[in-house]
């Protein structure tokens, strides 16, 4: 099972590698506008805050506690994206691993419903360390729609949409390391000249429980490749696979459940435009973009939801000035 160390969870692989660790940690971030714009990478805020699931049992549904996993505080409409970060034993060398995202269940780059292991055709995950982040749902080529918390039981979230009900919510995730033979031929093939991890997308600015918990939404556009696998479907050790699930808790009522206070809410995408931040473009590996979701692709926007449901505009959704971006 995965540990969880100062705000991020920890996966080992001791068979297959002594030296090795994958980091995935929870990034506050700007919600982009939710537009027809296809907006550039904003920035991280920071970690959420991680907690143990088991912790605060006296405090949750029974449903909850049996899912266990680790919970982490979101305001609704806040936007999130998830930082991967793999280290390998090699000075310059990462430990490759598969990463299969699921929110309410439903596979973030396929929108198919969650399955155990790992498939191609479509590929139905991500590889680190070609793929440093995954910001969203995979709703075409080169193209996500931002992860946006919202209530479940009101319609708003993927899950919702594709099955018609909200009953998971959350996210789940499922880590698989390589096979330990295919790794051993990776450290002889693969040497590569050091470098120096670095965030790229780094903080810019300071920045009882009700049933039933947060769902992710489909937020705004982003410019975002998830890349296809270069190794063969059967390098991958999947009886090594590690997963977790990650409850999402309206960050409202965080204080009653935790005892803390939870995270201010986050700057809008308009303040940080104000401001004149800069925004980020990212050119990692070079190969063509997974296609991403056809049902993905179909599923509605938080925007366009609302503006179903109460014939309003969603607050904050207006095109901001992007003119400021820097190659990662």
Known sequence: MPTLEDDTLVFRFPRIEE???????????????????????????????????????????????????????????????????????????????????????????????????????????????????????????????????????????????LTGKEEWGGLQIEVTPLKAHVWQKVRREHKRTSRIMTDSRAPAVACSVPEPEMGLAAGGRMKQEIYPDRFALEDWDMEASERVFVSLLNAKDWKSVTGEDAPNQPPTADDYARAGLPWFEHYGVDQSALPGGANLADAKSVATLYKEKSGNTFQYSANVDVSFVKIT
């Open 19 to 161: 030296k090795t660790n994958f980091f995935i940690s929870f990034q506050r971030t700007l919600r982009i506008p939710d537009t027809e714009t296809t907006y550039p990478l904003p920035p991280g805020f920071g970690d959420f805050p991680l907690r143990h699931a088991e912790d605060y049992a006296g405090k949750r549904s029974a449903a909850a506690v049996l899912r266990g996993g680790v919970v982490l505080p979101m305001w609704q409409a806040e936007a999130m994206w998830l930082r991967f970060l793999s280290l390998g034993p090699d000075w310059g060398l990462d430990f490759p691993v598969a990463i299969k995202v699921a929110a309410g269940k439903i596979n973030a780059v396929t929108g198919e419903a969650w399955r155990a292991g790992l498939h191609r055709e479509p590929q139905d995950y991500v590889v680190a360390p070609a793929q440093p982040w995954l910001d969203g749902f995979a709703v075409e080529a080169g193209v996500i729609r931002q992860f946006v918390a919202m209530p479940l039981g009101e319609g708003y979230s993927v899950e919702g949409q």
